[in-house]
Nanobody, 125 residues
Framework: QVELVESGGGLVQAGDSLRLSCAAS????????MAWFRQAPGKEREFVAA????????TYADSVKGRFTISRDNAQNTVYLQMNSLKPEDTAVYHC??????????????????WGQGTQVTVSS
């Protein structure tokens, strides 16, 4: 049983910061990418950021580059998303996802097998 559990969401004002966490259990994602996607009401699921589990390769959506940072703690099987300079348009449910097996295309949500339930991020203006 693989489980991804997100935490850290909340209601903040524009310009504030939040850090999301995604704790993975049930297996070690030693060779798979993990990512954050988000979905706002009435909109399609959107790629936010991804990281390889080893090697440090990261990929970001243009809309969050320079503001968000994805990182991971291999020992804790946890991935983080540090979100700075938040904007109202960042409001969405943020989901953690893990690949299995590995796919080089990090942006395609169909390449992710495991998903968390999501954590709400609301940014007020």
């Amino acid at each position: 049983q693989v489980e991804l559990v997100e935490s850290g969401g909340g209601l903040v004002q524009a310009g504030d910061s939040l850090r999301l966490s995604c704790a993975a259990s049930g297996r070690t994602f030693s060779s798979c990418a993990m990512a954050w996607f988000r979905q706002a009401p009435g909109k399609e699921r959107e790629f936010v950021a991804a990281t390889s589990w080893v090697g440090g390769r990261t990929t970001y959506a243009d809309s969050v580059k320079g503001r968000f940072t994805i990182s991971r703690d291999n020992a804790q099987n946890t991935v983080y998303l540090q979100m700075n300079s938040l904007k109202p348009e960042d409001t969405a449910v943020y989901h953690c996802a893990a690949q299995s097996p590995y796919y080089p295309d990090y942006l395609n949500f169909q390449n992710y097998r495991y998903w968390g339930q999501g954590t709400q991020v609301t940014v007020s203006s």
